[in-house]
Nanobody, 122 residues
Framework: QVQLIESGGGLVQAGGSLRLSCAAS?????MGWFRQAPGKEREFVAT???????YYADSVKGRFTISRDNARNTVSLQMNSLKPEDTAVYYC???????????????????WGQGTQVTVSS
């Protein structure tokens, strides 16, 4: 069983930046970030394959960057030019597969973090 611990959430003004980090207790393969706003379904944000291929939701493309350090079993999400609509609980996820298609749903991920709140004020 792999445990995922997120950190880095918080409150920021629109236009600001935050960096989320996720540390895994063991080796992971494809990893991703999802988010869930109140009253909405969990939605895909970004994913990174074991080899480093990255994919993003259209809503964050050009503003967010996902990266990973395989030696340290960590994944990060750099979020720039934040908007109020980015406000949500952000979840780190890990898969046993080396690649998860960005069109796949959350069910393709085997492990989840507890979530970290990101609030963007206008």
């Amino acid at each position: 069983q792999v445990q995922l611990i997120e950190s880095g959430g918080g409150l920021v003004q629109a236009g600001g930046s935050l960096r989320l980090s996720c540390a895994a207790s063991g080796r992971t393969f494809a990893m991703g970030w999802f988010r869930q706003a109140p009253g909405k379904e969990r939605e895909f944000v970004a994913t990174i394959s074991w080899s480093g291929g990255t994919y993003y939701a259209d809503s964050v493309k050009g503003r967010f960057t996902i990266s990973r350090d395989n030696a340290r079993n960590t994944v990060s999400l750099q979020m720039n030019s934040l908007k109020p609509e980015d406000t949500a609980v952000y979840y780190c996820a890990a898969s046993k597969q080396t690649f998860v298609s960005p069109s796949s749903g959350p069910h393709e991920y085997n492990y989840w973090g507890q979530g970290t709140q990101v609030t963007v004020s206008s």
